[in-house]
């Protein structure tokens, strides 16, 4: 937890490169990811990640996404990303540069953590 200092949740203000690693469960074969997000005020994700679990390793994957405010809790600094047939996550500023995201589909649920 960390206090918030953002009163006013802005596009321009979520703008900026981000670092990001999810922290998938523990169990047989989870995979875990890390990259990199770049958010335009506009709405726009762009980026790479890399992919590893047993066996498995997908090295810089282009990600192409976009993100909306949540308009059923206006205000939170809650906002959801749509990644077309990846799926969608839920997202939650922390703070000024930093953000939490669950996918909302996931059979195995992680947090994914992104920090400028």
């Known amino acids: ?5 953002q ?3 802005t596009g321009a203000a979520l703008a900026g490169n981000y670092l990001f690693g999810e922290l998938p ?3 047989v074969e989870p995979t ?3 990259g990199e997000y770049n958010l335009t005020g506009g ?7 890399t992919s590893a679990a047993q066996g498995v390793f997908s090295w810089d994957q282009s990600l192409s ?4 405010w949540d308009t059923t809790a206006p205000g939170t600094g809650t906002f959801l990303i749509a990644n077309g047939a990846e799926g969608a996550a839920s997202c939650a500023v922390i703070s000024a ?3 939490v995201c669950a996918a909302q589909s996931d ?3 992680s947090v994914q953590v992104m920090q400028k």
């Open 1 to 5: 937890m960390e206090p918030q200092t």
């Open 7 to 9: 009163t006013v949740f």
């Open 25 to 27: 469960l523990l169990s």
């Open 32 to 34: 875990g990811y890390v």
């Open 43 to 49: 709405g726009a994700i762009s980026g790479a990640v």
């Open 65 to 68: 996404a976009t993100y909306a």
């Open 97 to 99: 540069i930093k953000f």
């Open 107 to 109: 059979p195995s649920p």
